[in-house]
């Protein structure tokens, strides 16, 4: 009997097991309570400006953690959990590896589906941004070198941020408003994802899921962006992380692929953690600084 495909290849079955990290690393939970004493460490032991608001929502909040100077570059960091779950608190620990290199590290905080929809997500995350530019001064950070890195989900709303018209989303921003981005084992085609049980707490249509599709995205600017892939993941993950090298390479952007061995859909992000690691390092190639500059 011929299987009925659902989306590429797949069954239905299969394609939900393609994007079931869950089931696919059931130590995940481990990874979480990890992260969530990492973050709570880091906010009790690094200077922060906790739960500041971005917008009216009570979800709109960020954290920020200084660099130890005046004026210098922010990564902002964008937390995973396939769009409902998770939140800010899980990735304050990503400050431990940039601080010492000199970066300010900001994490957002966005409301989640299914009670907030794509575009508001996206929207969200947007206005984070937005509301950082305007208000750098205030926190020592240089608003002319503002990167964005973001795990998963995550990684799928740095790229947007990466796509944003910022003139059109706000009076006075400018067009190249972000610098640069990192992914780390984002999702970038959204089709699949409205086709998989996932979309039960997403509730993307057709259109919600191509708008919101980095793959479909402009980029009016010429932004460095570094996909990061363990070998560890499905194959559907590895034919995202293709499908937007092609894309920007087309675009004759600047690009790198960074590998992972080792890893899987997780563990990358604990490489956030360390201030000398292999994920660090490109971070900091990719804003022109140097280890513990």
Not at 110 to 128: K, S, T
Not at 231 to 250: F, G
Request: one cysteine or more; proline letters at 5%; a negative charge.
């Amino acid at each position: 009997m011929s299987k009925t495909i659902v989306y590429g290849d797949y069954s239905q079955e299969e394609l939900d097991a393609q994007y079931n990290n869950r089931a696919r690393y059931p130590e995940f939970t481990g990874y979480f309570d990890d992260w969530a004493a990492w973050s709570e460490v880091t906010r009790q032991t690094l200077p922060g400006h906790l739960d500041v608001q971005y917008g009216d929502l009570p979800c709109e909040t960020l954290d920020i953690f200084p660099a130890s100077e005046d004026n210098a570059p922010v990564q902002v960091m964008v937390h995973g959990g396939y769009w409902y779950s998770l939140d800010k608190h899980h990735d304050s620990f990503v400050a431990e590896g940039l601080r010492p290199n000199g970066v300010t590290t900001v994490v957002i905080n966005y409301g989640l589906a299914p009670e907030f929809g794509m575009d508001e997500i996206v929207r969200q995350n947007r206005a984070a941004v937005a509301w950082l530019w305007r208000n750098a001064d205030e926190f020592g950070v240089d608003r002319d070198r503002i990167y964005t890195v973001g795990q998963s989900a995550g990684g799928h709303l740095s790229l947007m941020l990466m796509a944003t018209d910022w003139p059109a989303f706000g009076d006075g921003l400018p067009a190249g408003l972000v610098k640069g981005g990192a992914s780390i084992s984002g999702i970038y085609d959204l089709e699949p994802i409205r086709l998989c049980y996932l979309n039960d707490k997403v509730g993307m249509d057709e259109d919600v899921a191509r708008r919101n599709a980095p793959l479909y995205k402009t980029y009016p600017v010429s932004l460095p962006l570094m996909v990061v892939s363990g070998d560890i993941e499905s194959e559907e993950y590895a034919r995202q992380a293709r499908a937007m090298e092609d894309v920007w390479r087309a675009l004759r952007y600047p690009y790198e692929h960074l590998k992972l061995p080792g890893h899987n859909h997780f563990t990358m992000a604990h490489q956030l953690k360390n201030s000398d690691s292999i994920l660090i390092r490109a971070l900091l190639r990719q804003m022109k600084l140097k280890v513990g500059q």
